[in-house]
């Protein structure tokens, strides 16, 4: 079951609302002892339904999320749709320049700051979630892939997974970097990240780059899954092929589910 409803994100896009999703397990309504881990994903809009997604197709999460009876709760929100690269600025935790898109200012740590305090307290008392840091999960693609990797380490006391597909590297690879090598990482921390082999020359240097912010996670004892995905591009088609893996990884060797 997914259910919908609106959210305002005040010091993005004041009172402008936006909506916001979440998947109940079927068992959810049947169980009332059961608590959940939850998964937050970036850009809600296209993860549960072809008809709000922005290009007519989603990445099909509740058929398989249904299908495989996986026991775990999904917070979705949409995206700032706003015409003036809004969507980058909200996505994008530092500041970047681009010779096709201009200066972006990046207000990445606004939207996670709404996340953290605003957004999931809300969720946890609301529905029956397990609260703590071992069950909070976070994924998200292309700049919700970034937003998913920056989440896992500027606030790792609060998220010990992520998944991060075709996360965009390319807007401030320096700092990235940075985050990674100066961030304190708790013991225990997992990433899924994957790009796919048809988008990896999308940008100058980005098999590069992947490898170096590969080898600095892996310094820091991240537990990383690390693909180069056959044939992946840049799709929200693409991107449900990989349910099973990052999924798999998010959960793995949680037994209960």
Known sequence: MVKKWYVTIPRLTGDEKRRAYIYLPS??????ELRYPVLYMFDGHNVFFDEDA?????????????????????VAIECNHSPDN?????????????????????????????IVNVLKPYIDRTYRTLPGREHTFIAGSSMGGLMSLYALLAYNRTFSRAAALSPSLWTNPERIRQLIQKTSIRRGTVLYMDYGSNEISNHTDMM??????????????????????????????????????????????????
Request: net charge positive.
């Open 27 to 32: 068992s959810y309504r049947h169980h009332n």
């Open 54 to 74: 922005t290009y007519g197709k989603c990445w099909g999460m509740k058929e398989y999320m249904d299908y495989t009876r996986t026991q775990m709760i999904i």
């Open 86 to 114: 809004s969507r980058l600025r909200e996505y994008s935790p530092y500041d970047f320049s681009d010779p096709n898109i201009g200066n972006i200012k990046g207000k990445g740590r606004l939207t996670m700051n709404w």
């Open 208 to 257: 590069k780059e992947y490898g170096k912010v590969c080898e600095l996670l892996m310094q820091k004892k991240v537990l990383l899954t690390s693909r180069i995905v056959p044939n992946g591009n840049h799709s929200e088609a693409s991107w449900e092929k990989q349910i099973p893996f990052f999924i798999n990884t998010l959960l793995y060797d949680m037994k209960e589910y």
